[in-house]
Structures are given as structure tokens and as C-alpha cells.
């Protein structure tokens, strides 16, 4: 990631984000790489030369939205109040021509594949280029040289350490859209960490499809190379300035225990652990293509208890998956009280063209799947509020991040067991501190995903 220069010849062009953290990193590469060749950009797309949405096209809701704010976007064109409309990212490079066909008040289309080239397509669209449709491939894989500029707080930053995945999951199109695994190197990855704390990052989370994955691909072509989790994760470890590491999208069989000891003792690696488990029942992860059984996953979760008994266990789970029947179902609700995980997050599953699952014959009813979301996500709520309960007295560190969202009376802050836009925060009220600073808070309080609590010397 380059200190971006930017050029005198301003053109103003708008970003509208749409998905998970590595859309948002595509999206920051972007950003970087227009600056870098001279456009200035703009907060407010009412006024912008040209607006870029950089869509997500993962499951059936994002597509709704993706495909919303390209026709809000279309009616600002008609209206005059932008001058070109850009669609990239993932719906782009999955539907391909269809999507040009159906949405003519674009301009340009991107696929994942040429995103990093969005300013040559630009120039050569302002000479009078008439090519509309930009895809290939998605092989692109960033480095530390890459123009990129961060839009999260100063303070942290997604670090992405590769593209595609390894995994083929009966229910999931990112293959299809992403492509196969792509590990970027572990001296490519540390580089960018090392630049962004340079620029006053505290906080780096590591994203990618599934990090366990992460080198496969490396080592299989040189047997020799030793990138993988933990190598990298012991030389991110070393990065002088770094305050804390997360890990975000972790399958649970590659969390051995040489990287469990590294994580346990490690001062920067937080304790949270983000496992997408998706079911527990053997014969629906067997469907799933899932290649874990319920007693594995069960082990993998005991190892991170007893190693680490203050450790945060993040899962998502798929419910409605074809052919779940209601035993099978209830046997993952008593899974979840259980293991009382700190975080549960759930799907109602959503066929998806060209997937094996999508392919199946015994759909389950749309009533049902809601009916069982709804159920297990009572039953995480009981769940989380005794969690809660359980952190009043301790003292946390809290990484503060300005006002609180509701009130200005409060700071806001997140703990090592707070992930960014995906889990609750601390409220602070009582004591002063800088936005970026890590500080200790007794909690107070807890609210059903939020804590509360004082700045403590």
C-alpha cells in the first residue's frame, strides 16, 4: 500500500460499498488508485462526475440491496445530477451479461477481475472508449505496492492476505465468483501491516475467505515455502507498533495447536475467534460439503475453551438448508445452549444459481426457515444477556472511537471481544480519552449486545 500522489487534473467521483470487509478493500484500492491518477472524492454523490457501487451479489438480501441503489443511483443520472454510473464488483462478475441487458442506466460494468484497472477504463471511457463491459478472470491479487487508501478510522484497518477460496461448500457462489484460493505472500502481507501502523493503525483485522486456508496454495506449488497461518501470524506478532491483531473467518480444522499456543500467548493476537460452523448435524454438513463432523467441531471448540477460558467464540449457522428436518434442527438449537457461544449469527438459507445446493430437490418452505431462524436466535439472546451479565465487575481493555453513536454524553469504544460492525461496543461514561487509545473500563453495566463502564486508572 503506497503513499498515494495525486495528480492536478481533479475529476470528482463518488464510492457507494456494498458487502463484506473484502469488498471494502477492493473498494479502497479504488479509491487509491482514481486519487492517484487525479480525482478528487466526494462524500455526496448529488454532484459527482461519476458515482462507482461496488456491489455484492454473496446471497439473495445483498443482491436486493446491490441491485436497489444502482436504480437510486439511475435516477440521479436521468435527473442530471451525476454524469456516470458505474457498477463493479461481485453481482458484476457474476451475472455478467444478464446484468448489462437489465440495468441500462449504467454506464460501465467491472467485474472482480478488473477492478485494480478502474482507472484506465475511466481515462479510456472519457476519449470516447464505447466498451461497456470489463471482466476477466478474478486472478488479480494485491501487494504492498498497491495504491490503496484506507476509509476505516485511522486507528485500524482491514488487511486482506488473500483472494478466492480453497473450499467448495454446497451452498456458497464464491467460488464462482472469486475464484480459486490465492494466497498473497507472508513478506507481501507484513509489508502493508508495517505501512499501515506507519500511517497510525492500532488495530489490523485480517479477512479473507477462510484464513486456515491461507498458503495452501503457496506451498503446494514450492513444498520448501513456509507460508501458512502460523507463520504468518507469527510474523505479524512481530510488527512493532501494533497493538492488536483479530481474525476474522476461521474453519475450524486448520486451528491446530501450535497456532492455538502462538494465539494464547501472544499479547497483539485477541482471543476471538470468528468460526462459521453454518450446522452441527452430521448428515446436513455432509450435504453441506462441509468436511468436519459435530464431534470434531465439538473438540475444536473444547481446545480453544480449555486454552483460553476468557476466548470469544464467533459462529454463524445455516437453518432451512434443503432437506433439514426438524430433529436435525432442534439437535443444532441444543448444540447452541450447549456451548453458549458469545456471538451467533443466522442465515435462513437462500438457493443460489449454479450451486449444488441450489440444484436440490427438498427445499424447505420460506415459513419454516423463518420460523427456525427466529427460534434459534431467541434461543442466543437468553444466551447472550447471561453472557453479558457475566462481564460486569472485569476490567477490559477498550480501544475508545470517539462519541457514542446516540448520545455525545457517552464515548464509544470496542473491547478485544468487539468486532467491528458486526458485534455490540462499550459505552463509556465516566472518564476522558483520545479516539485510538486503548484504555482500562471497569464494566458497570450490560445491555443485550452492548457493555458499560468506566475509565479506570
Aim: net charge negative; proline share 4%; charged share 30%.
Amino acid at each position: 500500500m503506497n503513499p498515494v500522489e495525486i495528480k492536478k487534473d481533479k475529476k470528482s467521483v463518488h464510492f457507494i460499498s456494498l458487502g463484506c470487509p473484502k469488498n471494502l478493500v477492493d473498494t479502497e484500492i479504488m479509491v487509491g488508485t482514481l486519487m492517484k491518477d487525479g480525482y478528487e472524492v466526494v462524500a455526496d454523490e448529488d454532484g459527482a462526475d461519476t458515482v462507482i457501487i461496488n456491489t455484492c451479489g454473496f446471497i439473495e438480501d445483498s443482491k436486493r440491496e446491490s441491485i436497489q441503489r444502482i436504480l437510486e443511483m439511475g435516477e440521479l443520472k436521468k435527473q442530471g445530477k451525476i454524469k456516470k454510473l458505474v457498477v463493479a464488483g461481485c453481482l458484476t462478475q457474476r451475472y455478467k451479461s444478464d446484468i448489462v441487458d437489465e440495468l441500462p442506466e449504467a454506464d460501465l460494468f467491472v467485474g472482480s477481475g478488473e477492478f485494480q484497472n478502474i482507472d484506465k477504463i475511466l481515462d479510456e471511457n472519457k476519449k470516447g472508449s464505447e466498451k461497456r463491459t470489463f471482466f476477466n478472470l478474478p486472478t488479480y491479487l494485491q501487494d504492498s505496492s498497491t495504491p490503496r487508501v484506507n476509509t476505516q478510522p485511522k486507528h485500524r484497518a482491514y488487511l486482506k492476505i488473500s483472494e478466492g477460496c480453497l473450499k467448495r461448500c454446497a451452498f456458497c457462489a464464491i467460488p464462482l465468483i472469486r475464484g480459486n484460493l490465492q494466497s498473497r505472500s507472508i513478506e507481501n502481507v507484513v509489508n502493508e501491516a508495517k505501512l499501515l501502523v506507519a500511517g497510525g493503525v492500532k488495530e489490523i483485522i485480517i479477512i479473507s475467505h477462510d484464513f486456515t486456508d491461507y498458503g495452501w496454495d503457496i506451498t503446494r506449488k514450492n513444498p520448501e515455502a513456509k507460508d501458512s497461518p502460523y507463520e504468518l501470524l507469527k510474523a505479524l506478532d512481530q510488527v512493532e507498533g501494533l497493538e492488536w491483531i483479530r481474525l476474522l473467518y476461521l474453519y475450524p480444522d486448520g486451528l491446530d495447536k501450535q497456532t492455538l499456543q502462538l494465539i494464547k500467548n501472544s499479547k497483539k493476537i485477541v482471543k476471538y475467534f470468528d468460526m462459521p460452523l453454518q450446522h452441527i448435524n452430521n448428515e446436513v454438513l455432509k450435504k453441506m460439503n462441509r468436511k468436519m463432523t459435530k464431534e470434531q467441531i465439538s473438540e475444536v471448540i473444547r481446545n480453544i475453551r480449555t486454552e483460553m477460558p476468557e476466548a470469544v467464540i464467533r459462529t454463524q449457522f445455516i437453518v432451512g438448508f434443503p432437506g433439514e428436518t426438524d430433529e436435525q434442527f432442534n439437535e443444532l438449537v441444543e448444540f447452541v445452549k450447549e456451548h453458549e457461544f458469545d456471538r451467533v449469527g443466522c442465515f435462513s438459507y437462500s438457493p443460489e444459481e449454479n450451486t449444488p445446493a441450489g440444484k436440490m430437490v427438498d427445499q424447505i418452505e420460506d415459513a419454516v426457515k423463518q420460523q427456525r431462524h427466529d427460534l434459534l436466535m431467541k434461543t442466543q439472546q437468553k444466551i447472550s444477556k447471561k453472557l453479558q451479565r457475566r462481564m460486569i465487575g472485569k476490567v477490559l481493555d477498550v480501544m475508545v472511537e470517539g462519541f457514542s453513536e446516540e448520545t455525545e454524553l457517552l464515548l464509544q469504544g470496542r473491547n478485544s471481544q468487539q468486532a467491528p460492525d458486526i458485534d455490540g461496543v462499550t459505552l463509556i461514561n465516566s472518564g476522558t480519552a483520545d479516539v485510538g487509545q486503548i484504555v482500562k473500563v471497569r464494566i458497570t453495566d450490560s445491555l443485550e449486545y452492548d457493555l458499560i463502564g468506566e475509565i479506570v486508572e
